[in-house]
């Protein structure tokens, strides 16, 4: 299913890009240039190769814009990937009403990703208790044994 979405995706992209005017590297470019930074700042900020940008052909891998998103969070990356909206969030972090329905569900994914960190924490937890009764340190009441 990821290798039918992925596709799916780029075929998106190629498609705004066509119908735009412009691909996902000229906007970041401009974004670049907006923020006057030169390519190779801007790259060692967000982590990234000083050839990303150049390699750059139809779009770029979730990490790299999240690593993008996380170091420019002022950047609409709705904007960035298919080039609606504007280039920036408005001054509460939100995304234009214009922006596509997936970049809305940004702000639900960073949701999901608090939910899965906290249920994380908790089968940690409980992998520890179980671990714990194994060795014989509680009894069935769950008070500890002497």
Known sequence: MQYNLLHFHQFIFRLNNKVMGSTVKERLKEF?????LSQSSFLELCGLSSGFISG???SMLPDKVDSIATNFPELNIAWLLTGSGEMLKKNDGTVSESAPIYAKKCERCKDLEKTIEALERTIQAQQELIAELKKGKFTQAGSASA
């Open 32 to 36: 670049i240039r907006y923020k006057k």
């Open 56 to 58: 750059m052909r139809v």
